[in-house]
């Protein structure tokens, strides 16, 4: 059967340039990006309005496109879920139920389902985290993602479902300006300074988080998604790591580039969120299961961001 690919909440920060990536990788009639909006600009091939919490309609695309491979990315992300805890709970882990479920028993092969630093709390080791660790996480969007790692192992396990994940960290891209997450100020920065020279940060200063240039993250994703299934022994979510930094850090790589910006630090409730996650991650199962590697570091990622964010406001 030809590999068929459903990307859920491909409008979002990731899968704007996953589904891009997809559509490189397999061909641009492989693949069906959907969400619950559409785009004003860009690629609309193949879109479909997805919400999945409308099972119907899910068991309906999947059946109609044949599809062997979902890429599962719709979900409400850490801030953003503390506004509405059930609202999270039910997009981010039933909505994924009614996909595993679906999968079980239909063409779908192969399943992504995406991952956070936010599954770990603060009785996790906050340093290197180790893969196998304490998961007490304390947001409702990291409660459900470790709840849906679970529950894809589970499924890998019971009904040899090809469900495979990543614990991504922060992610840092230039196609879009992401909103409700709290790592969201590595991006916004960008924006800010560009437009108006000055930037007030929602974390303070030292707060040290993990974090990754969009490009690694999609390479890692089709990497992961293309490794032989024997090779890979974790079903829960891989950790994944890249660079690591503080936003006085992040500043002053920025300020090399721009030494007029200026920053200031205002931490709201995003704070509390961000203590409770690890300040750097170990990845080393990752890199021996399926030859993981990162490319770019904070200096590269700083330079490419500058130049990308500027063209978008000189045009
Ligand atoms: P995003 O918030 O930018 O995009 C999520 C998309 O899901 C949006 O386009 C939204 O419209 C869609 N969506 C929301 N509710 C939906 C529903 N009921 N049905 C269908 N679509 C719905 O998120 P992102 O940053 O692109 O993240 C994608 C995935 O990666 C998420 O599952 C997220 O948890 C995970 N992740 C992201 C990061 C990051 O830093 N961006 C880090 C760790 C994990
Ligand atoms: C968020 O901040 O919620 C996301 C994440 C790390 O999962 N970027």
Known sequence: MDTKILVTGANGQIGQVLTQALKKHHGDEQVIPSDITKLDQGDHTNFVFLDILN???????????????????????????????????????????????????????????????AVFGSTTPQMNTPQDTILEPTTIYGMSKCSGELWSNYYHKRYGLDV?????????????????????????????????????????????????????????TIELMDAPSD??????????????????ELFTEIKKHIPLASFRYKPDFRQAIADSWSESIDDSRARTEWNWDHQYDLPKMVEIMIKEVSKKYKA
């Open 231 to 248: 090779d890979l022994k974790t079903r829960t979510g891989y950790n994944l790591s890249a660079i690591s930094f503080t936003p006085f």
């Open 164 to 220: 495979r994940s990543i614990r991504y960290p922060g992610i840092i891209s230039h196609q879009s300006i992401p909103a409700g997450g709290t790592t969201d100020y590595a991006v916004e920065v960008f924006h800010e300074i560009i437009k108006h020279g000055s930037y007030e940060c929602f974390l303070t200063q030292n707060t040290r988080l993990p974090m990754m240039y969009i490009d690694d993250a999609i390479r890692a």
């Open 55 to 117: 099972e119907v309609r899910l068991r309906e695309v999947i059946a109609d496109h044949k599809i062997t491979q979902v890429y599962h990315l719709a979900a409400i992300l850490s801030a953003n879920g503390e506004w509405n805890p059930m609202k999270t709970w039910n997009v981010n882990l039933n909505g994924y139920l009614s996909l595993l479920e679906i999968a079980r028993v239909s063409t779908i092969k192969k399943v992504f389902f995406p991952s956070t630093i």
